[in-house]
């Protein structure tokens, strides 16, 4: 079986990393990519690695000319952007992996407070399966649009959430410090991405005021049980990709470092993209790879959890593929081993 | 007045900040660089920035003809190395500004724990000066010996210590995330510090474990009267010079960002070297420079400072100026402006 | 059919890239991975990246252990200790890919001069083929050993082997100006390769005395019929990978760029990993793939070729896989794309 | 005697090393800087670094306001816009170091080849003073305008003239393959200098048609009186400043490399900014510093020279206060040590 795929908004670093996935999927055949430009570029044109692997041209389509060329289609669109179009996407039938992040929240008026506008599909938000499938697996399967997680929340989510379900830490006063490549920042030219701006510097920045951080709780919370606050502070590393969390939970009951890990261990024992360690993780170690790497220490009156993802991968596309596998009853690590 | 100055251990990257710095200035003559190799290397073919700067070779002395040579000596040695060589230099009659982390601890107690070893010069070390002048500038002009400050406790230190001095913040439950450029990991080759190990990669090290853990409490509970607690995290940053840290502490008291920024704004403005700013620091803005930037932030239930400081100057280098600037009398900022 | 496969020397970034792609290969079963250590080190504590991925010590093994557990062996050791081993590993009846510059030259005098001592099994290497398809495809589906290519010359030849041939440019006077990224420096800890050494600088190395010069102008003399002279100058990027080679040649006859760029399209119009393009190839675009990249300029009195590969790709571990599919009667793409 | 000095478009990064330099000048007080913008932001809001150290705003000035507040201007705007505004500055009596290429070329003809455009102010151009001190430094310090040289033109000019000029090279079939940091494309927005599309790259650009070509062959012919052609290949380096120069050089004579040293070393050996050195120079050995460090190899049947200059100082506003030292009767190093 072979699934027609379209990529919408496709000029951009995670359109990029999605096609390089797909074209080695033996169930894909990519046939529309979509951008607002109106001059027909190559694909060649806007992303050169792929001169003679690929042969299309970007369109400026809607969802009549993709529901034409497409079965699936994941969407990398700009927020609003994507929940403005997804809808005639879905009636015309497509199933859709939005990477945007228009469906990840489940209260509109958490999207609201965040986003600075009303969200332009709210009802069809707060039931929209949120695809992270290593916490919220079920649902995926029968979806017909999955919302992609975001790539902080993914790292932060992955190592805190077994540890907040089963007791062993407090769901007030958990710290997420997050340091992120400049690829997460995104392709649009700006003065605070240009190489010399970011090279040779490390910053915070979106201190308090991030959207993820939302995203971060009503994760925790939900898989939980228990609703969690979480002060998250990312920042930008001089690097293409990868991001660490170093996350600081207080203790809800006594356990040692050997009894955290071995939770860890269990929990995802059966996860092929999640990998416990004991050694402390590298985002290199998972660069170019679906893997999220996780470890925890007991230091002082904290529980501290390290984990690393490929901003662009895990964080991203890889994910949106894994959730694609899920939706089409393919090999969940289909084209991302 | 010209000082004759000596440095111990010339081959590393402190050394090289230094000479940057000592050979601009007016008061200072550098005669005489050391190294335990025996062949007499010429300087500018340890540091090629020297090259028909400096006409100077290494030489493999000990105190004896450092005396000859020197008025004050700037140690860069190894801990361990640098305390079993001071007291003669002291004996000689030289002041010494020493860099290594041989006498910043006050308790012998607590340096044989972190250090492994008793210390050579116990007694010494109960009494020696700590050269972070904007918190301890007492007792520098008069001293004979100064223990430069680590890079870490640095910006840690002047970042919190008037917050937690002044009832802002509790002592207990500080979290210290930190992140430095691969320099302060010295140039002795490691195969975790070679080029294709640390490029493209964020990592976490020493979690629980780093050696300046216990100078950064003693900082904040010495200046403060209050016995800190600190979890002190360092990660490594793809970039050769530059530290930011990101702590974390609990409110003693209610106070707004605007509060808290006017109490370090007010501790500091008569500080040459620190500048308090309402915007996010960058290690890139104080790169090359003796600058210490902080910013503060009032987040959900914590308060955070945000602090950025070049490893290699004010972290090292350009705060052993400093301290000498003030040990002879001249002007704080000579050569370092 | 399954080959089972090993490396020897699987401590570098040849042996790491090698892994990740057999890892991936269809018809093979790694099954021996040696070192030069007696510890048994699990290959997850050498190269974090394979944790959960691969489950194997890496082991002080001879030709006879090897012949035990292998069909085949890619020699990742460094040269003379390579040729020192390979007979063994010849006679035990293993077929063995070399990474290695031992049997590459096929002048036993001129491996002497460049390598400074005599050849250790000089006979062979009169007659080993080597590994460079898209030039001397003949002979390595047949061949019990071949010689995998160094990294500058796989870019250089590729680029300007077929100009010559086809008597457009001149055999003397040729300029290869050569970028690399550091992992071609190897792993072994040196300072020159120290993180802060290398970032944010860029330098000349082994002006006119690099080994690869004499390979080079063998590969374009035995190509083209025609003895050519080459002057090669290597330099080292703050990069991981990639290379990029910039060659100034004579023309020999008046030929358009346009003439130029059809005559390297027809040449390589077959093969799937050179990719003849009309704008000015990045390392980037064929990071972490097989593919070299050829454009050509003509410019006042000169023919100007450019060329990228990744120089752990195709210029080592993907060129090695490559030749090892080629051995075995697989598709020579197999595991490559 | 203080200088009142004003900066025209001080946005970009040779103004902030311009501002670097300025504020350490003892003759020197920053009295205006302009911008294009109507809203006079402050100089610590596009320049971070100068919080606390300079309290100025950029304002939207033309002749009349700059010639009421300076003696001296230096032009950091883009060509042809500085040549426009550059007659009335000179009228109202100030003197101007154009840091711009508007007045490098003296051939009216040349510049509207190379520009695309004619020249605002062509009669000026032919007669301007060419600020490279070490070959023409003759006229600067009468000159009341100054063409500051471009930073390529500086280092492959600054090795190849004085072999030239004394018959060792040929005037023909030069070569100068170059390689910059990122920060020489300016601070302007633009896709191709964002941090992911640089890092982890190596490109060429420009190849054949790069502006500095007729700059290079300019200084070539007049300092040597030989009509030089060269090849110009330029390369973008994934680092923030720098640029290694390696030239090509058909002899004309034969000379052995310890000759061709002797000779650059004579040349020079007055000359505070040049540094002709035996071994291989390095861009970080010259970053941040006036340095042009230079050396020179015989291989085959070419001479190569190598040379470095941080292509922001020693390549742009490193030379324009270099010259503005000479203009002044200041000691030319001023500033610049």
Chains 1, 2, 3, 4 share one sequence.
Not at 3 to 21: D, F, H, N, P, S
Request: hydrophobic residues 40%.
């Amino acid at each position: 079986m072979t699934v027609r795929v379209g990529i919408m908004g496709a000029t951009g670093y995670t359109a990029l990393e999605l096609l390089k996935i797909l074209v080695r999927h033996p169930q894909v055949e990519v046939t529309a990519l979509t951008t607002r430009s109106e001059d027909r570029p190559h694909v060649s044109s806007i992303h050169p690695q792929f001169h003679k692997v690929l042969d299309l041209h970007l369109e400026n389509w809607g969802a009549k000319e993709l529901a034409e060329n497409c079965d699936c289609v994941f969407g990398c669109l700009p927020h609003a952007a994507s929940a403005s179009v997804i809808p005639e996407i879905l009636d015309a039938g497509m199933k859709v992996v939005d990477l945007s992040a228009d469906y990840r929240l489940n209260d509109p008026d958490v999207y609201s407070q965040w986003y600075g506008a009303d969200h332009p599909d709210a009802e069809r938000m707060k039931t929209t399966v949120y695809g992270l499938p290593e916490l919220f697996r079920e649902g995926i399967a029968e979806a017909q649009l999955v919302a992609n997680p975001g790539c902080y929340p993914t790292g932060i989510s992955l190592s805190l959430a077994p540890l907040l379900k089963n007791g062993f830490i407090r769901p007030d006063g958990i710290i997420a410090d997050c340091k992120s490549g400049v690829s997460g920042a995104g392709r649009t030219p700006k003065m605070g991405t240009l190489y010399p701006e970011c090279n040779e510097s490390f910053s915070a920045y979106g201190v308090g005021t991030h959207r993820h951080m939302p995203e971060i709780e009503q994760n925790l919370s939900v898989y939980s049980g228990h609703q969690a606050t979480v002060i998250f502070t990312p920042h930008l590393v001089p690097m293409d990709r990868g991001i660490l969390s170093t996350c600081y939970a207080i203790p809800e009951k006594d356990a040692s470092e050997k009894e955290l890990l071995g939770l860890l261990e269990e929990t995802y024992q059966n996860e092929p993209f999640v990998r416990v360690r004991s050694d402390l993780p590298a985002t290199k170690h998972v660069a170019g790879t679906n893997f999220c790497d996780i470890t925890v220490r007991r230091v002082k009156d904290r529980v501290i959890t390290i984990s690393c993802i490929d901003n662009l991968i895990k964080g991203a596309s890889g994910a949106a593929v894994q959730n694609f596998n899920l939706m089409y009853g393919f090999a969940e690590t289909t084209a991302l081993l």
